[in-house]
């Protein structure tokens, strides 16, 4: 099995900053792609951002400018760096790894961590 851990989480003022890490262990062969999602109350869940094994990146545009994903593959890390942080990106964030398999790969979940921005 896999494990992912969240950290980094909190309560921040509009236009501050949060770095979030999620470190993945357990199991583990390789990861192909690794993300970061969001959902806040009443919403549906969505994808903040995702990066490949290789470093392609995409980002929901309503982030775009103001976060940045990265990941360290020797330390199975992905990192979201928020800046420029607005109420509206108030949530519960989610890291997710697609981790392969044999046969395909599965998808794991953390726990989630809860991000507030607000005054």
């Known amino acids: 099995q896999v494990q992912l851990v969240e950290s980094g989480g909190g309560l921040v003022q509009p236009g501050g900053s949060l770095r979030l890490s999620c470190v993945a262990s357990?199991?583990?062969?390789?990861?192909?792609?690794m993300g970061w999602y969001r959902q806040a109350p009443g919403k549906q869940r969505e994808l903040v951002a995702a990066?490949?094994?290789?470093?392609?990146?995409n980002y929901v545009d309503s982030v775009k400018g103001r976060f940045t994903i990265s990941r360290d593959n020797a330390k199975n890390t992905v990192y979201l760096q928020m800046n420029t942080l607005k109420p509206e990106d108030t949530a519960v964030y989610y890291c997710?790894?697609?981790?392969?398999?044999?046969?395909?790969?599965?998808?794991?979940w953390g726990q989630g961590t809860q991000v507030t921005v607000s005054s």
């Open positions: 997710n790894a697609d981790v392969k398999r044999p046969v395909g790969s599965i998808r794991y």
């Open positions: 357990g199991s583990i062969f390789s990861i192909n792609a």
């Open positions: 990066i490949t094994r290789g470093g392609s990146i």
